[in-house]
Structure formats: structure tokens, C-alpha cells
């Protein structure tokens, strides 16, 4: 089973950014579409962003569409979440996903999930 491991998260004033990074144990960057989840307290966790395996093309949630951009090192086997104007509506706790389809009405993660990084925006 894919390991994840994410690091970056923390406290930010609103407007600021932060970038989250997620290191995979074996190869999954090369073969798995790849991304982010999060979530806010007393809410479901949601889709974030994905990257694609073979064409790194990105997508994203409608929330953050223009402020976060999603990246990829193959070499580094790591995923990133470079994320920008922050909001305080952005405070969760982001997960990493190892294996994200589009699969009914959403994307889900059909694979191994990080443990998890706080990120706290103040207003």
C-alpha cells in the first residue's frame, strides 16, 4: 500500500499563501492520477485538485479555481498544492489522495490517503 505523507500545512493571515507537499513511498506519481482533498470541521471531506499521470493536465474545485495550482516531481515522487489568496473559508485539514477518478458526479480517491495537514486561515 502507497504511503503519503504531507507536510506544509500551518496558520496564515487571509491573502497569504502556503504550499503543501505530499511524498509518495513508491512510484504512484508516475501511474496514478493524483491530488488533494480536504476537510472543515463539521463538514464531509471535498475534491481539491487533481493532476493527471500522463498529460499533467489539472483540475479543480470551483472554490479554488485561480487561486491553487496542483504540480507534480516524478523524479521526487511529490505532489504539491501551491495555494494563494487565501481565505478563511480555506481552513481544513488537506488530505493527500493517491489514485483520484472521476467516478458518478465526483471525484473520489480510490487509493491510500496522507494523514492528513492543518491549515488555519485567520481573518
Known amino acids: 500500500q502507497v504511503q503519503l505523507v504531507e507536510t506544509g500545512g500551518g496558520l496564515v493571515q487571509a491573502g497569504g499563501s502556503l504550499r503543501l507537499a505530499c511524498a509518495a513511498s513508491?512510484?504512484?506519481?508516475?501511474?496514478?492520477?493524483m491530488g488533494w482533498f480536504r476537510q472543515a470541521p463539521g463538514k464531509e471531506r471535498e475534491f481539491v485538485a487533481v493532476?493527471?499521470?500522463?498529460?499533467?493536465?489539472?483540475y479543480y474545485a470551483d472554490s479554488v479555481k485561480g487561486r491553487f495550482t496542483i504540480s507534480r516531481d516524478a523524479a521526487k515522487n511529490t505532489i504539491y498544492l501551491q495555494m494563494n489568496s487565501l481565505k478563511p473559508e480555506d481552513t481544513a485539514v488537506y488530505y493527500c489522495?493517491?489514485?483520484?477518478?472521476?467516478?458518478?458526479?465526483?471525484?473520489?480517491?480510490?487509493?491510500?490517503w496522507g494523514q492528513g495537514t492543518q491549515v488555519t486561515v485567520s481573518s
Open positions: 489522495a493517491s489514485s483520484i477518478r472521476y467516478y458518478g458526479d465526483a471525484y473520489r480517491n480510490f487509493g491510500s
Open positions: 513508491v512510484h504512484t506519481v508516475r501511474y496514478n492520477d
Open positions: 493532476i493527471s499521470r500522463n498529460s499533467g493536465n489539472s
